[in-house]
T-cell receptor
Framework: GQNIDQPTEMTATEGAIVQINCTYQ??????LFWYQQHAGEAPTFLSY????GLEEKGRFSSFLSRSKGYSYLLLKELQMKDSASYLC??????????????FGKGTKLSVIP | DGGITQSPKYLFRKEGQNVTLSCEQN?????MYWYRQDPGQGLRLIYY???????QKGDIAEGYSVSREKKESFPLTVTSAQKNPTAFYLC??????????????FGPGTRLTVL
């Protein structure tokens, strides 16, 4: 099976930088996704990594190290609206023609003034 | 505007009743999915469908049923056999390329409460 770990909660100050880590143990790794979810709303897609390295999208960046089973989401110039849960999800290929997307429990980020 | 719609947003039902949650997408995506989210838990896959008239059980399919008669629609029925149905239900869709699911996009969700 898959095991995905993220910190449960984090707090950061407006304007600062925060890094949310995600570690995973899985076989047949085929990509890692980050989603943002505001309370009571649906998750929205932020980023996708399948190869090692850093993917940058504006204020958000995501990093992947497949050998270490590790990813992080980096949020720069934090804004109050960034207060949300951040979900790490790992895609695997357990067999030909099928797939699994397994979500972590999410990290609740609170941005304070 | 393309997107995924779920209705209703809030749903209340009495214990012992079946209820159907709607999910419609106009993104022309091949695959559709149903997840359940409980407080403090990750999203858990209930059912998914890669193509019309075909669907597969996810990790927690017991007490649920689905149909996929049209590409755009993937309704979920929560039956009376589901022991703990109160939860936030999320529908998603994605392109399906060469046996691999692409990025999933989510609908707004339905919050089901069993009284």
């Amino acid at each position: 099976g898959q095991n995905i770990d993220q910190p449960t909660e984090m707090t950061a100050t407006e304007g600062a930088i925060v890094q949310i880590n995600c570690t995973y143990q899985t076989s047949g790794f085929n990509g890692l996704f980050w989603y943002q979810q505001h309370a009571g709303e649906a998750p929205t897609f932020l980023s996708y990594n399948v190869l090692d390295g850093l993917e940058e999208k504006g204020r958000f960046s995501s990093f992947l190290s497949r050998s270490k089973g590790y990813s992080y989401l980096l949020l720069k110039e934090l804004q109050m609206k960034d207060s949300a849960s951040y979900l790490c999800a790992v895609r695997t290929l357990p067999g030909a023609g099928s797939y699994q997307l397994t979500f972590g429990k999410g990290t609740k980020l609170s941005v304070i003034p | 505007d393309g997107g995924i719609t779920q209705s209703p947003k809030y749903l209340f039902r009495k214990e012992g009743q079946n209820v159907t949650l709607s999910c419609e997408q106009n993104l022309n995506h091949d695959a559709m999915y149903w997840y359940r989210q409980d407080p403090g838990q990750g999203l858990r896959l209930i059912y998914y469908s890669q193509i019309v008239n075909d669907f597969q059980k996810g990790d927690i399919a017991e007490g649920y049923s689905v149909s996929r008669e049209k590409k755009e629609s993937f309704p979920l029925t929560v039956t009376s056999a589901q022991k703990n149905p109160t939860a936030f239900y999320l529908c998603a869709s994605s392109i399906w390329l060469a046996g691999v699911a692409d990025t999933q996009y989510f609908g707004p969700g339905t919050r089901l409460t069993v009284l």
